[in-house]
């Protein structure tokens, strides 16, 4: 059985070799470790993974590497983050990128490709090293003067709908720190591409000793996007056939690590702010006080969200009218989500893994006349680690 397929092409123009893989989804996959180039900036160090032989990157290899880079690179730091991709069968990691600052925040970039596209490694490394020259930029913390909470010598405790019982004592003025952002790209000729930027909160000085609360949310240029081949072939890319968007789903998993005990409790835009039909725009506010303001766009058909208390994890169900430019064309989109997790589990000194963040699409092409129509399926995701102490 043939494991993989090469071409060997000889630049002419530019007197280079250059080495091009490719890999059937059902077909075994080789793997090698990767080339590790760091370049250290100001305040941060970067690191850089890409093939250097055309072979793609194991998930195994980033889990137990990247923890290693960061811990070194912000050795001082008490709280340390990272994330490793979760891809389907037939696709493969091609690149990733971490800069890690002293104070342990990260910004990551991930490249992936499915369905036996093609692997360049000349053109991975250049990606990687473009993104490289920018700073890591945060959402600098932001302090309230005003206090919340209950006068000192006093106490508050609060029952949810699960029997979960929360103690407030004294006053405290809570902000979400940003600790992370996490850019992915997914090449899935010759159906579409998927693209998502989200950032990572974490509520910081909220006076309560039993729970860390995190968000995945918006940030700067943060999105959900589907790009389906249909727009990309018009647009002049011949690698790409006729597909359309035609089903689609975010999901932000919480319930990954039971000793954490994690409880899902914020989830925007939510079906109680209106029901989400047809092309349309909705504000939405997620974090109480503080709070983070974005924008989620509604495709044509809906969007229909999900807050599932039972798996802990909320789900953005999105239907798309097949001829709508939203299943044609780029379509773009912003959710978010936060839970609560023991502090006292995760504050052990151990790597525990936090969410699960995934983009799945369900594209469409419909052969005239033939009465039947393809649903290839594509999806891209990643999930955030944390370790404290």
């Known amino acids: ?20 893989s490719a890999y059937s989804p059902n077909e075994s996959v080789h793997y090698a470790a990767p080339a590790i180039q ?9 690191y850089l993974l890409y093939p250097k032989n055309g072979l793609p990157i194991s998930q195994d290899f980033l ?19 990272y994330a490793v991709p979760e891809l389907p069968k037939g696709s493969v990691i091609t690149g990733y990128g971490i800069k890690v600052t002293k104070d342990g925040r990260v910004e990551i970039l991930i ?22 020259k920018k700073a890591p930029k945060f959402k600098p913390d932001v302090i309230p003067k005003e206090k919340i909470g209950v006068p000192n010598g006093w106490e508050v405790k609060t029952v949810d709908s699960n029997g979960n019982v929360k103690v407030y004592s004294g006053e405290s003025s809570p902000y979400w720190h940003s600790f992370g952002a996490l850019e992915i790209r997914k090449v899935d000729p010759p159906h579409g591409n998927l693209y998502a930027r989200f950032y990572m909160y974490g509520l910081w000085n909220d006076g309560d000793p039993k729970w860390e609360t995190f968000l995945v949310g918006p940030g700067d240029r943060a999105v959900y996007r589907i790009a389906p081949g249909y727009g990309l072939r018009e647009s002049g890319n011949r690698r790409y056939d006729d597909f359309v968007t035609y089903r689609a789903r975010i999901v932000h998993d919480w319930n990954l690590d039971s000793r954490l005990d994690p409880q899902l409790e914020l989830v925007k835009p939510i079906i109680e702010e209106g ?21 989620a766009t509604i495709p044509e058909y809906e969007m229909d969200p999900v807050a599932d208390i039972d798996l802990q994890r909320s789900v953005w169900i999105m239907k798309f009218n097949p001829r709508s430019r939203d299943a044609k064309y780029t379509f773009g989109t912003m959710v978010a989500s936060s839970a609560r997790v023991k502090e006292a589990v995760l504050h052990d000194g ?8 995934s983009l799945w699409v369900k594209f469409e092409s419909c052969a005239p006349g033939a009465g039947f129509c393809l649903h290839p399926e594509t999806s891209a995701g990643v999930v955030w680690y944390v370790k404290v102490g």
Do not use: C
């Open 111 to 132: 490249t992936a490709t499915g369905n036996g596209a093609p692997i360049m490694p000349d053109k991975i490394r250049s990606e990687l090293l473009e993104w490289s």
């Open 350 to 357: 151990n790597w525990h893994r936090i969410v699960g963040v």
């Open 38 to 46: 760091r370049i250290p900036g100001q305040n941060y160090t970067t």
């Open 1 to 20: 059985m043939r494991q993989k397929v090469v071409w060997f092409i000889l630049g002419v123009l530019v007197g280079s070799l250059f080495v091009v």
């Open 275 to 295: 029901m989400f039909k047809g092309h349309s725009q909705v504000s939405a506010t997620i974090g109480g006080t503080p709070s983070l303001t974005f924008t």
């Open 63 to 81: 889990k137990e590497t990247v923890p290693k880079l960061v811990e070194k690179s912000a050795p001082n730091a008490k709280w340390h983050v």
